[in-house]
């Protein structure tokens, strides 16, 4: 079911963003409540698959847990309605990058192709980065099927739950690179390019491939969730 | 700066242990209050430091005392909309340490902006960084290679850095570089 309240965010806004960082807020996408009651969830392991520890993979420091199936609804939902409103944008995306996969109108249909192709397990995680805790800049990859945007919503508080710990995203393209903090507000949601993205270029639109990573925490303690919206092998 | 010996005095005292110790460990420093040091002042105290990472990375450098270089000051106004790209400074003979200025208050007189580096690790993902930098602070950044020590003997890795774009207000910076004048030192 649509959620109508989500449906009414400006879309138009998050579109133009999109195209002209590789990213976009949403702002207070979820109440403070809410962010209480999801961060809540993180030590209760029945409500996970795997939990990864990320010094031991050389990812950063800290930790994150995959979602298992089936997601805390507020999620569930929000997957499959802000996957309705980025499959337009991920279509011409990719026909701008002379990509030929289209997405599906829908997130169930989307999933589909996903598990026929063996990628079934759920990708939607929660990140937990204590003091001195950070990511490194990577991207979301789980298989040969790849949704190109994806989300995540800041849970924790700025300067009264944590300080450091910004959102940092870098772009590599044929000219400069960059890089860019991202300013969060507890429920702020930041979509952005999983992968590539298409720039105009002098002689049409070339590919700037994105990163993301969180800078380390100088104090505190931040939970994030991952709401990638391609199910992993 | 009158002499090498005043150079020397003040230089003498910033507590260039926990200086170390933090490019060491993240690849900048910041000093807080930093802002009214003299760059001379800070090479003096950088150059065994700068020696010292040359000798990890097996790096033939020579670099000259604080009384020969040439230190490069550069302003930048950056409005909405603007930034400065990722870059870094990895040519042979370049000294490892630049410093940053930011004179204005972040949150008050511009929003974004920031100060950002990337560590580039051999075989293992790159770590971004936000340098905390405040108005009157002054930080310094490993401009390009630094040696970091390692579970098995010291490698290397690349640090750049960027400003991220600003998003209301202006935000001016100061930057200051230390160009080894041509022929370098008698090593």
Request: aromatic share 8%.
């Amino acid at each position: 079911m649509p959620d109508p309240m989500l449906a009414q965010r400006d879309w138009a806004g998050v579109a133009a963003a999109l195209d002209a960082h590789g990213h976009a807020v949403l702002p207070a996408l979820l109440a403070p409540a809410q962010c209480a009651e999801l961060a809540a969830l993180y030590p209760h392991a029945h409500h996970f698959r795997s939990r990864i520890v990320m010094a031991r993979h050389g990812f950063g420091r800290g930790e994150y847990q995959y979602f298992a199936y089936p997601l805390p609804a507020v999620l569930q939902a929000l997957r499959e309605e802000v996957y309705r409103q980025l499959a337009p944008i991920a279509n011409r995306w990719n026909a701008q990058m002379c990509i030929a996969t289209q997405y599906p109108a829908t997130l169930a249909e989307f999933l589909a192709r996903c598990h026929e192709a063996g990628q079934r397990r759920p990708t939607p995680l929660m990140l937990h980065y204590g003091e001195g805790d950070y990511n490194c800049l990577h991207q979301d990859l789980y298989g040969e099927h790849v949704f190109p945007l994806q989300m995540t919503i800041l849970l924790s508080r700025p300067q009264s739950d944590f300080t450091g710990g910004e959102f940092i995203m870098t772009e590599h393209g044929a000219g400069a690179s960059r890089a860019e903090a991202v300013p969060l507000a507890q429920g702020d949601a930041v979509i952005f390019a999983v992968n590539q993205r298409p720039v105009p270029g002098s002689r049409g639109m070339r590919r700037v491939a994105l990163r993301h990573g969180v800078s380390r925490l100088l104090s505190g303690s931040r939970h994030a969730v991952g709401l990638i919206f391609h199910d992993a092998t | 700066m009158d002499n090498t010996s005043d150079i020397m005095r003040q230089s003498a005292q910033l507590d260039w242990h926990a200086i170390a110790a933090q490019l060491e460990r993240e690849g900048y420093a910041v000093l807080a209050h930093g802002g009214a040091c003299d760059p001379r002042v800070l090479y003096a105290g950088l150059l065994p430091i700068a020696a010292r990472w040359c000798d990890a990375m097996r790096q033939a450098a020579a670099f000259v005392p604080a009384s020969d270089v040439v230190v490069r000051s550069a302003g930048s106004t950056l409005a909405p909309g603007h930034f400065q790209p990722l870059v870094q400074d990895v040519s042979a003979h370049a000294f490892p340490f630049m410093l940053i200025a930011v004179l204005g208050e972040s949150g008050v007189d511009f929003t974004g902006g920031e100060l950002i580096m990337t560590e580039q690790r051999p075989r293992m993902q790159s770590r971004p960084i936000v340098v905390p930098l405040q108005m009157n602070d002054l930080a310094i950044l490993c401009t390009g290679r630094r040696p970091v020590q390692g579970g098995r003997g010291i490698y290397t890795v690349s640090m750049r850095h960027a400003v991220g774009r600003v998003r209301t207000g202006l935000r001016i910076g100061q930057e200051w570089t230390f160009d080894q004048p041509a022929g370098g030192a008698d090593a």
